[in-house]
């Protein structure tokens, strides 16, 4: 299928002037004028002679495409590549992958995909996801062209800013410039938007000396996707830092919701089909010095044991209930197997770490996906301990 980019409108023009190209290089028709804003020609008046077989079968494609994305509220690709926004890089293409800039955007596009009715997937930074190669139906939204963060301004009365909480443009803009901004150590919070990526969250944390959230360091992939999926480990969770959340909920409308309400669980936000829009995170002031050290000693504990370099979709398997596995988490009850170092093409388990499956070069999701179930299926086998998935898969 032709890739088509560009408003749709612009992209009929395109075609129609191609083929009276076409008919005006056979002899058939007048030169159209460049630039003309004349209305385009009439089939039925038969101005142009009658495209052949190739151009309607483009055609035909074009033109449902265009009236599809003619009111997608946002940046919008048919067709798009998914691989390169997942960290594995594997994985095929999706009808419609939309991009919105603002979290009213991304509202926007869920409910245009819902009235539509599509139940679009979300696509943070993909390191937690393995997408099926192929097409995939219906559409994606990423988040990626979301990636901002907020220092929480005070407010113009200069009571602090409590208030801010209630106001929606807390979420969403920067304050005007006759404010000005508070001592950070003051209000140590933060507003990201669902694409902020978390190394960066972590990185602007520690210069302005909010410390805790160093503990999620090393940790790939989106703020919403980091919210959604409950990221963390032993150093501490994403979720032990938001203050408030804002979800775009069935409705489609905002709804913010605490932690208390929420109550997310081990590598679970428990939000069901709700969406990330953005959240207010918390923090404790520490030196700055302090937290770059910390930050640190973490990445010299992960690079030892995880293939932190290489192209995977982080943890495959949720750790079984240790009662049951004698104390084994996932990637020692793969190791204990044997597994480490078997692959599918050139999906492999990772030698360093057990629970990791890396892509050497030119591994397929089809390739990746087979592998994980071959090791699932082998720990069940000698260990009867059936393996949760922790990564999540999109298969059709
Ligand atoms: C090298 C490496 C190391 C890792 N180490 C860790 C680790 O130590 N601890 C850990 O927990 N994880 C780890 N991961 C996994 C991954 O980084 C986290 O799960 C991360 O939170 C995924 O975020 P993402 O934006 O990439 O989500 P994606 O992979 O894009 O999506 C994951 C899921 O979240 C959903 N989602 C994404 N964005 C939103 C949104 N805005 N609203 C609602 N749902 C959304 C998706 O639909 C999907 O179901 C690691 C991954 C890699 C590659």
New binding site residues.
């Given amino acids: 299928m032709c890739m088509v980019r560009g408003r749709p409108s612009m992209v009929v023009k395109r075609a129609l002037r191609t083929w009276r190209w076409v008919c005006v290089g056979r002899g058939s028709m007048p030169q159209p004028v460049e630039g003309s804003r004349r209305p385009l020609p009439n089939w039925s008046r038969g101005l142009l002679t009658p495209p052949p077989s190739w151009f309607l079968e483009r055609a035909t494609l074009i033109v449902p495409m265009m009236t599809f994305s003619a009111s997608w509220p946002c940046a919008s690709t048919p067709e798009a590549d998914l691989s390169p926004h997942?960290?594995?890089r594997v994985g095929g293409r999706v009808e419609w992958f939309l991009e919105p800039t603002t979290p009213e955007e991304?509202r926007s596009a869920v409910n245009a995909c819902r009235e539509r009715g599509l139940a679009p997937?979300?696509?943070?930074?993909?390191?937690?996801?393995i997408i099926a190669d192929g097409i995939l139906p219906g559409v994606v939204i990423g988040?990626g062209r979301m990636n901002r963060l907020f220092r929480i301004w005070p407010a113009v009365d200069g009571e602090g800013s409590s208030d801010q909480e209630q106001d929606p443009s807390a979420w969403s803009a920067e304050p005007s410039g006759r404010v000005a901004p508070a001592d950070p150590a003051l209000d140590p919070r933060l507003v990201g938007w669902?694409g902020t990526t978390?190394p960066s969250l972590v990185r602007a944390a520690r210069d302005l000396g909010y410390g805790g959230i160093e503990g999620?360091v090393?940790?790939?992939?989106?703020?919403?996707?980091?919210?959604?999926?409950?990221?963390?480990?032993h150093w501490g969770?994403?979720w032990d830092h938001i203050e408030l959340v804002r979800?775009i909920d069935e409705e489609g409308e905002f709804l913010d919701l605490t932690p208390e309400q929420v109550q997310p669980g081990y590598?679970n936000?428990n939000?069901g089909t709700?969406?990330?829009?953005a959240a207010i995170l918390h923090f404790e002031p520490a030196p700055k010095a302090l937290i770059e050290q910390r930050m640190r000693e973490i990445l010299r504990e992960?690079n030892a044991v995880?293939?932190?370099s290489?192209?995977?979709?982080?943890?495959v398997f949720k750790n079984p209930d240790l009662e049951v596995s004698g104390g084994r988490g996932a990637g020692r009850l793969v190791d204990d197997c044997g597994l480490k170092g078997r692959s599918i093409g050139d999906a492999m388990v990772s030698p360093l770490h057990g629970n990791?499956v890396v892509n050497r070069g030119a591994a397929r999701a089809t390739d990746v996906l087979a592998l994980i179930e071959e090791v699932r299926a082998e720990v069940a086998q000698q260990t009867g301990i059936e393996l949760e998935l922790?990564v999540?898969r999109w298969l059709d």
């Fill in positions: 997942t960290f594995m991304l997937r979300i696509l943070g930074g993909g390191a937690n996801l988040t669902a978390l999620v090393g940790i790939p992939g989106h703020l919403g996707g980091g919210v959604a999926m409950n990221a963390g480990g969770e994403l979800v590598r936000g939000l709700r969406v990330v829009a992960k995880q293939p932190v290489e192209r995977s979709a982080g943890c990791f922790e999540k």
